[in-house]
Protein backbone atom coordinates (compact mmCIF):
# COMPACT_ATOMS: atom_id res chain seq x y z
CA UNK A 1 0.00 0.00 0.00
CA UNK A 2 1.42 3.89 -0.15
CA UNK A 3 -0.70 7.18 0.20
CA UNK A 4 -0.06 10.21 -0.30
CA UNK A 5 0.35 12.33 2.91
CA UNK A 6 1.75 15.23 2.29
CA UNK A 7 4.22 18.28 0.92
CA UNK A 8 6.05 19.99 3.09
CA UNK A 9 7.59 23.63 2.42
CA UNK A 10 9.86 25.63 4.38
CA UNK A 11 8.23 29.38 5.26
CA UNK A 12 9.95 32.57 6.57
CA UNK A 13 7.25 34.09 7.49
CA UNK A 14 4.70 31.50 9.20
CA UNK A 15 2.05 34.07 10.32
CA UNK A 16 1.48 35.46 6.59
CA UNK A 17 1.84 31.69 5.21
CA UNK A 18 -1.14 30.54 7.38
CA UNK A 19 -3.10 33.82 6.25
CA UNK A 20 -2.78 33.04 2.96
CA UNK A 21 -3.41 29.24 3.06
CA UNK A 22 -6.57 30.01 5.70
CA UNK A 23 -8.15 33.00 4.49
CA UNK A 24 -6.49 33.43 0.37
CA UNK A 25 -7.50 29.61 -0.27
CA UNK A 26 -9.80 28.69 1.80
CA UNK A 27 -7.26 25.50 4.00
CA UNK A 28 -7.53 25.14 7.71
CA UNK A 29 -4.95 24.29 9.62
CA UNK A 30 -5.17 20.43 11.36
CA UNK A 31 -2.20 20.90 13.79
CA UNK A 32 0.86 22.99 15.00
CA UNK A 33 3.79 21.85 16.83
CA UNK A 34 5.96 24.14 18.36
CA UNK A 35 9.84 22.97 18.99
CA UNK A 36 11.60 25.26 21.52
CA UNK A 37 14.39 23.21 22.10
CA UNK A 38 15.34 22.86 18.05
CA UNK A 39 13.84 26.12 17.19
CA UNK A 40 10.83 25.30 14.83
CA UNK A 41 7.53 24.92 14.05
CA UNK A 42 5.40 22.69 12.13
CA UNK A 43 2.08 23.78 11.28
CA UNK A 44 -0.15 21.14 8.56
CA UNK A 45 -3.40 22.32 6.89
CA UNK A 46 -5.55 20.90 4.34
CA UNK A 47 -8.56 21.76 2.15
CA UNK A 48 -11.91 22.07 4.09
CA UNK A 49 -13.70 19.71 0.97
CA UNK A 50 -10.71 16.97 1.51
CA UNK A 51 -12.35 14.62 4.28
CA UNK A 52 -11.07 12.17 6.25
CA UNK A 53 -8.07 11.39 8.68
CA UNK A 54 -5.62 10.78 5.91
CA UNK A 55 -6.11 13.62 3.63
CA UNK A 56 -2.87 15.13 1.91
CA UNK A 57 -2.02 18.13 3.50
CA UNK A 58 0.76 20.69 3.03
CA UNK A 59 3.22 20.93 5.66
CA UNK A 60 4.79 24.68 6.65
CA UNK A 61 7.97 23.94 8.38
CA UNK A 62 9.09 27.53 10.04
CA UNK A 63 12.48 27.37 11.06
CA UNK A 64 12.56 30.38 13.51
CA UNK A 65 16.16 31.24 12.55
CA UNK A 66 16.11 31.12 8.70
CA UNK A 67 15.56 34.93 7.25
CA UNK A 68 15.43 33.10 3.55
CA UNK A 69 15.78 30.09 1.46
CA UNK A 70 17.57 29.62 -2.17
CA UNK A 71 14.71 27.87 -3.86
CA UNK A 72 15.88 25.19 -6.75
CA UNK A 73 15.16 24.96 -10.23
CA UNK A 74 13.61 21.08 -9.98
CA UNK A 75 10.55 21.78 -7.66
CA UNK A 76 7.56 22.74 -9.73
CA UNK A 77 4.13 23.10 -8.37
CA UNK A 78 1.40 20.88 -5.66
CA UNK A 79 -2.13 21.57 -7.53
CA UNK A 80 -5.43 21.40 -6.52
CA UNK A 81 -9.04 21.02 -8.25
CA UNK A 82 -11.40 23.66 -7.43
CA UNK A 83 -15.03 23.90 -8.17
CA UNK A 84 -14.59 27.68 -9.52
CA UNK A 85 -11.41 29.22 -10.88
CA UNK A 86 -13.06 32.52 -10.57
CA UNK A 87 -14.99 32.01 -7.76
CA UNK A 88 -11.73 31.40 -5.66
CA UNK A 89 -9.57 34.71 -7.72
CA UNK A 90 -12.62 36.53 -6.11
CA UNK A 91 -11.59 35.20 -2.46
CA UNK A 92 -8.09 35.63 -3.46
CA UNK A 93 -8.46 39.45 -3.96
CA UNK A 94 -10.08 39.98 -1.08
CA UNK A 95 -7.94 38.62 1.07
CA UNK A 96 -5.27 40.55 -0.49
CA UNK A 97 -3.55 37.84 -3.18
CA UNK A 98 -4.70 37.50 -6.82
CA UNK A 99 -3.49 34.99 -9.28
CA UNK A 100 -0.14 34.69 -10.99
CA UNK A 101 -1.54 33.79 -13.97
CA UNK A 102 -4.55 32.80 -15.47
CA UNK A 103 -6.92 31.66 -15.94
CA UNK A 104 -6.41 30.03 -18.99
CA UNK A 105 -6.44 26.06 -20.50
CA UNK A 106 -4.22 23.35 -19.96
CA UNK A 107 -1.83 22.62 -23.05
CA UNK A 108 -4.51 20.22 -24.16
CA UNK A 109 -6.67 22.69 -24.43
CA UNK A 110 -9.52 21.02 -22.45
CA UNK A 111 -9.29 21.69 -18.82
CA UNK A 112 -9.22 25.50 -17.40
CA UNK A 113 -6.04 26.34 -14.84
CA UNK A 114 -4.26 29.23 -13.17
CA UNK A 115 -1.34 29.54 -10.85
CA UNK A 116 -1.02 31.27 -7.45
CA UNK A 117 2.17 31.93 -5.44
CA UNK A 118 2.22 31.45 -1.92
CA UNK A 119 3.99 34.00 0.18
CA UNK A 120 7.19 32.17 -0.45
CA UNK A 121 6.73 32.01 -4.44
CA UNK A 122 6.07 28.68 -4.15
CA UNK A 123 3.47 27.83 -7.02
CA UNK A 124 -0.10 26.21 -6.50
CA UNK A 125 -1.74 25.02 -9.34
CA UNK A 126 -5.58 25.40 -9.70
CA UNK A 127 -8.07 22.95 -11.93
CA UNK A 128 -11.21 23.31 -13.14
CA UNK A 129 -12.54 20.17 -14.75
CA UNK A 130 -15.75 20.41 -17.16
Known amino acids: MISYL ?3 IRVVDLEKSIRFYTLGLGFEVVSRSDYEKDRFTLVFL ?3 DDQ ?4 PMIELTHNWDTKSYEKGD ?12 EALQK ?8 LSW ?3 LTPNGKTKMAF ?6 FEIE ?3 FA
Open 46 to 48: KSK
Open 52 to 55: GDRA
Open 102 to 104: GPG
Open 116 to 121: VDDPDG
Open 74 to 85: AYGHVAYQVSSI
Open 6 to 8: HTM
Open 91 to 98: QLILNGYD
Open 126 to 128: LLQ
